[in-house]
């Protein structure tokens, strides 16, 4: 698997020093020649006792359809000592991280919330949105000098649309961005429970927050998502109140983190690419199958955790019940085996079926919504500023798991 949008200046390296190399700063800042490196033990890599790294597509499919490989819940937290921080108190009362039968509860309550129905009304919201941060750009373009379009444009785009949904006041937004940020922290492998603290420390924050305003839509009910879960929860009790309150901060954090973290990518793919990137326009057809080679290519969640429930044989290894699976979405995305050439950004693939979004019963539930954003809001911004370019290479937060950039200077082309 040849990297070329991503090349390491460094040489190549052997599986052993990749594996070392993955969770260092240089190693979540370009992970590819390292997943290539790691490729050659092939795709179900044994780590010891502890864990098992999982690269292959069909593989990592197999894991999350099979019930044996449970999300890291409430009880293995517990084991870890995870769970006494606040980050990993909130985590284990959302579905993201629950098993069955709680998985299937959450999940059927907060259904609707993304229901087809839904995702086409958040449509005008995405749009204005849209609109409206670009037309702060070019205020921003007076002197002509380069600009932060994670700030001004990546994070704003979904806070704004997020932020209008559940009624959160144009005030409070830009702190909660920044406390949502320090959350996804708490994905990354841990090796000192200090640094959980920004990530308990942003949890706090939201928390509080959703609390006060699921108080507040009780007393006052709005017509807005808060309000709506409020009222169900209340009628029929299928949430606890805490539960209720750990689903708005997910809805908050994965409503955010994530579209925001796939525009940066999707923008600075369309400039790697301008023959495909640049003409894109809202209404062109082109522009999901761009959308969907980005979350292939370079998609804004690399792992996902499994702990096995029970000893499992699983493609030619055994896995020990309690370890853990890291299943390297960014690197089956890159499986030969599924993907022709696959280090090639190719917006005509066929059948193009990365697994960016997961699958299986925890598939993600804001896939559509999320991919409407992102199709909304960078057609607009490449539309207004045709000649929007690099000023600098990206930086990237010092994460994999929730990986996107931290800076992304670009001069926007208009003097
Ligand atoms: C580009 C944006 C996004 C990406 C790449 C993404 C990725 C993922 C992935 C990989 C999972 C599976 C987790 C697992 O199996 O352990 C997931 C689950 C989930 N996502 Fe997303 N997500 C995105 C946007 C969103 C948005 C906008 C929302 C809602 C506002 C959302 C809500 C959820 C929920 C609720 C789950 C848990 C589903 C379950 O456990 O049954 N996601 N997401």
Redesign the pocket.
Known sequence: MPATDQQLTEPAMGPAEALSELFTPAGKHNPYPLYDALWELGPVIPLGPSGTLVLGYDEICAA?RDPRFL?TDAAVHRTTGMIDHSSWQCFTKI??FSNSPD?ERM?RF?AWA?SPRQITERRRLAARAAERWTTHLATLDADGGPIDLVETFATRVPISV?GDLLGVPEADRLELRTAITATTTAFEPVFDPDELLPADAGMDVLVDYLDDLVRERRRRPGDDLVSAMVRDRDADGALSEEELVASLV??LI??VQ??S??IGNTVRLALNHPSEGRGMTADDDLVPAFVTET?RFD???HV?TRSAETDIDFHGHRVAAGSRALLV?AAANRDPRQFADPARFDVTRKDNRPL???LG???????A??RMQ?EMAVPVLLSRFPHLSLAAPPTYRDQLVTRGFARMEVMLGTT
């Open positions: 999350l999300v579905m993201m998985h999940r907060a993304y997020t997910m809805f994965a409503g994530s579209p973290d796939l979350l998609p804004p969640n996902l979405l960016s979004f997961g019963p925890h598939y993600c539930l804001g896939a919504f999320a992102v």
